[in-house]
C-alpha cells in the first residue's frame, strides 16, 4: 500500500484547510485510515480515525468540532477537514491506513504511512 498525502500549507489561525491522502495497493489493507500529527519535540498522535465504512470515527479532544475525517472508498481517499485552525495545531501530519475494519488510534498499530504534509498555523 502506498498512501501520498497533500493539501497541507500555511494559513492564518481561525482559517481551514483540506488534507488528502490518495491510497493505492491492496484495497484490504485499507480498513482503518487515520491522521496523525507530529510536532517538534512531541510525540506522534492521532487526530482522527475512521473506520473501513465511514460510519464510525474518533477524534482527539483537542480537535473535536473543528475538525472532520472522511473517506471516499471508490477513489481510496481519506480526508481531512481542518476548521477554525490554531496556532498549536501546526504539525506534520501523516495519514495512515491498516487492514483492520475497526477504529485504530494507536500509531504502532499502522502499517502503513504516508509521507506526511506540513500544516502551520500563524497567529
Known amino acids: 500500500v502506498q498512501l501520498q498525502a497533500s493539501g497541507g500549507g500555511l494559513v492564518q489561525a481561525g482559517g481551514s484547510l483540506r488534507l488528502s491522502c490518495a491510497a493505492s495497493?491492496?484495497?484490504?489493507?485499507?480498513?482503518?485510515l487515520a491522521w496523525f500529527r507530529q510536532a517538534p519535540g512531541k510525540e506522534r498522535e492521532c487526530v482522527a480515525a475512521i473506520n473501513w465504512n465511514g460510519d464510525s470515527t474518533y477524534y482527539a479532544d483537542s480537535v473535536k468540532g473543528r475538525f472532520t475525517i472522511s473517506r471516499d472508498n471508490r477513489k481510496n481517499t481519506v480526508y481531512l477537514q481542518m476548521d477554525k485552525l490554531k496556532p498549536e495545531d501546526t504539525a506534520v501530519y501523516y495519514c495512515?491506513?491498516?487492514?483492520?475494519?475497526?477504529?485504530?488510534?494507536?500509531?504502532?498499530?499502522?502499517?502503513?504511512w504516508g509521507q506526511g504534509t506540513q500544516v502551520t498555523v500563524s497567529s
Open positions: 495512515a491506513a491498516d487492514a483492520r475494519v475497526g477504529i485504530v488510534v494507536l500509531p504502532t498499530d499502522y502499517d502503513y
Open positions: 495497493g491492496r484495497r484490504f489493507n485499507m480498513n482503518a
